[in-house]
């Protein structure tokens, strides 16, 4: 036992002290922060800069509804003509010229006169204010008062509250089920994929280097390989706590430190996108509403349940693949050579992938039962539909079935492994392995 | 007393016979040779010895005991094809494995430091094996292979890949763990090695022992009562003098000397047989023509096809 221990530890430290999984610890969080952080640094960034816009205005009717915002300031120009507002452009520190026309009210053209592309931020804020008097404008019009156009102004937003056993209530969000499930999904596959096809590398390096036959003679070839899927699967979890920790590190250093007055601008581009929130002014209850709502639902979520579902099934789904990948690598003398035997282990593993996208839309069906209770598809399926609440004797055969077959696979893997390892230059096909399962040594 | 037995040994696999009722016995404290020609079977009993596989039938014995898990730790095994971790660190390396043979790390530190000062190596602990050339890799397996201080060494061609003076150096430091008490089971198809270093030896071929025993005793059952005699007179005097008693075979002259082998034929002493020849002309030099390990592994392999 001592000397599994010794394997494990060198396949962890071999691979912990890698250049290139220093990096990838370190540069995985700082993307992800910066998937969340970019878009709110963005729009932060772009208010910085003040823009004067000239504006002629001929009717004089937008005077009052174009209002300054922290980044555009409106310069009236009066009866100034276009010609020769054009003409001073150069000399004036003018983002831009906006000729409003009296035409506006009817086809709702205005013109915009600027050396360098107007901003998306800018152009939508001067036409939502534009909109907006003219629909007031309009509304007068025809008589109907604006109070009563907004009073039947509605805006339905299902909440989803679902009943426990014991009765008692909870608010909860497909959306966020959705995307839990998902993330969870995707994290597995892509581990299982990565760090499965690391044992298959880590197993032929063996192998072609020869390294194998003294390994052998001092510990059982089961033990080999066992220590090594440890060893691998220990970085997975290592590199997996790592990123949970830097990535929530650094956001919440960036939150605090990059942007101390501006949480809000924050919060609100990580639920809106950057025009919606360029326009925040018009629509400020909204994001703060789902922000709460998200809270709610994820809090409202079996967080530990999914949690553990994770580690459970990433373990569950690794320890499968990986004995699988093992024996892979032990068949072949070297990389070229896995082709024929990876498609039957990629094929499920995709197809699980792949199905997860139309087992979200009805996590109750036929079709994610079964591929949930399946052990070659389960470590994926089972997670999408973990965050709706799956039926506790259906996890439980999920999980029996799971341990089982790797169990199975290992077994299965070890004999494979142990005759491989020592073949050399032979082409390898199924019918060989097949012998090779029946050799009892 | 036989530190290693292996008696009655069959393994099968899928197709083949692969051994057939071997047996070889290993005295403690000698060098055992194993030989036989390519496939013979003998890789297949070093990995039995090893446990990387098991026998279909027959008994292992160990130190006297059957041969069982432990006993992994006790043996030192160099591998014909050989190879190392070609990323890690040599002295890494070879602490690894070295604990993998179960000594602790402070044991195995003390004894590879001790090794590398002897081979003058120390500068090497940092370097990645992929950096080291062939020779140099091999010194390095060498040196994990008998890191641990097994009881049962197994060398698999040792002395391929080194330049003659390392494979003299190597040479010597086999004999040495064979003087500390080391008993050792000697592969190779090098036959003026096996007559070097070996005490007894087992020639397998086709799965079967065919030949087994101590290296003096069987150079004396393959003796083939051939002489070689120089000298200075009448060749053809020597011939007919006693044709019933020798008949001479080849011959050769270089400078007035003449050089001729002569057989045996019957229970004629070499004493008459120098009478003999004295009477044809001046000798100077005689001396039996011993058969070498590599003449009798040549006769042996090709009669038993």
């Not at chain 1, 699967?233 to 942007?259: H, N, P, R, S």
């Amino acid at each position: 036992m001592n000397k599994i221990y010794l394997i494990i530890q060198r396949e962890y430290l071999s691979r912990v002290r890698k250049k290139s999984f220093i990096i990838m610890t370190v540069l995985g969080p700082v993307l992800m922060a910066a998937l969340i952080l970019l878009p709110a640094l963005i729009v932060t960034m772009g208010d910085n800069t003040e823009k004067i816009v000239a504006v002629i205005n001929p009717t004089k009717q937008f005077d009052s509804v174009l209002k300054d915002s922290k980044s555009v300031k409106y310069l009236n120009l009066g009866n100034t003509k276009l010609e020769e507002a054009k003409k001073a452009f150069k000399q004036s520190n003018y983002y831009a010229i906006l000729e409003i026309p009296d035409s506006v009210a009817d086809n709702g053209d205005v013109k915009m006169y600027s050396e360098k592309q107007p901003s998306l931020e800018v152009k939508m804020f001067i036409s939502n204010q534009i909109e907006k008097e003219l629909e007031r404008e309009k509304l007068k019009r025809k008589g109907i008062d604006e109070n009563i156009l907004n009073a039947i102004k509605s805006n339905v937003n299902i909440k989803t509250i679902k009943w426990t056993k014991e009765g008692a209530e909870k608010q909860t969000s497909t959306e966020i089920a959705m995307a839990v499930g998902f993330i969870a999904a995707i994290m597995i596959y892509m581990f299982v994929f990565i760090y499965g096809a690391q044992v298959m590398r880590g197993v032929i390096e063996e192998k072609t280097s020869r390294v194998i036959e003294i390994l052998i003679s001092s510990v059982k070839p089961f033990q080999l390989m066992m220590g090594k899927i440890i060893g691998i699967g220990m970085v997975v979890m290592t590199q997996f706590l790592l990123w949970i920790v830097l990535t929530l590190a650094i956001v919440t250093v960036a939150k605090t430190a990059l942007m101390p007055n501006q949480s809000e601008t924050v919060k609100q581009s990580m639920t809106q996108n950057v025009i919606q929130s360029a326009t925040h002014q018009q629509q400020p209850a909204l994001p703060d509403n789902m922000i709460g709502e998200i809270f709610t639902s994820l809090g409202n979520m079996n967080i530990p349940l999914i949690i553990f579902c994770f580690i459970f099934y990433f373990l569950g789904g690794y320890l499968l693949y990986s004995s699988l990948f093992a024996a892979i690598g032990a068949a072949v003398d070297n990389e070229t050579d896995t082709q024929q035997f990876m498609l039957p282990i990629t094929i499920p593993l995709i197809l699980a992938f792949v199905m997860a996208q139309a087992i979200i839309q009805n996590p109750e069906g036929q079709l994610s039962f079964w591929f949930s209770i399946i052990p070659l598809t389960s470590p994926i399926i089972m997670m999408v539909r973990i965050p709706f609440e799956v039926p506790v004797w259906q996890l439980i055969l999920s999980m029996a079935l799971l341990v089982l077959t790797f169990i199975g696979t290992t077994w299965m893997a070890g004999k494979i492994y142990r005759t491989g390892i020592l073949m050399y230059g032979k082409k390898v096909n199924y019918q060989e392995l097949w012998k090779w399962l029946r050799y009892h040594n | 007393m036989d530190f290693f037995v292996a008696q009655d040994i069959v393994k099968r696999y899928a197709d083949q016979l692969a051994l057939d009722k071997v047996g070889i016995n290993v005295k403690e404290g000698t060098i055992f040779g194993l030989l036989g020609p390519n496939g013979a079977g003998k890789t297949t009993l070093i990995r039995i010895i090893n446990q990387i596989t098991a026998p279909d039938e027959g008994q292992v014995y160990f130190a006297g005991e059957k041969l069982k898990n432990s006993h992994v730790d006790q043996i030192g095994y160099l591998p014909e094809e050989r190879g190392l971790y070609k990323k890690m660190k040599i002295g890494e390396q070879a602490l690894y494995l070295a604990q993998l043979k179960g000594i602790s790390r402070t044991d195995a530190l003390k004894k590879l430091k001790y090794w590398f000062e002897k081979f003058e190596i120390q500068s090497w602990w940092d370097k990645k094996v992929e950096e080291l050339s062939k020779g140099m890799q091999q010194k390095v397996q060498f040196i994990i292979t008998v890191l641990h201080s097994p009881k049962l060494l197994i060398f698999d061609e040792p002395f391929s890949g080194f330049d003659p003076i390392n494979a003299s150096l190597m040479k010597d430091e086999i004999l040495n763990l064979k003087k500390q008490g080391s008993t050792i089971i000697f592969s190779t198809h090098n036959m003026s090695s096996v007559e070097e270093l070996c005490d007894d030896i087992a020639l397998i071929d086709k799965g079967r022992t065919i030949l087994k025993g101590d290296i003096k005793d069987i150079k004396k059952t393959y003796k083939t009562n051939i002489f070689e005699v120089s000298f200075q007179g009448d060749l053809d005097k020597l011939k007919n003098i006693a044709p019933e008693h020798f008949s001479v075979d080849k011959m050769s002259s270089y400078d007035h000397t003449l050089t001729a082998q002569i057989r045996i034929l019957n229970s004629l002493s070499t004493n008459e047989l120098l009478t003999h020849i004295m009477k044809c002309g001046n000798i100077i030099s005689f001396n039996e023509i011993v058969p070498s390990m590599n003449d009798i592994f040549i006769k042996v392999v090709g009669e038993n096809k």
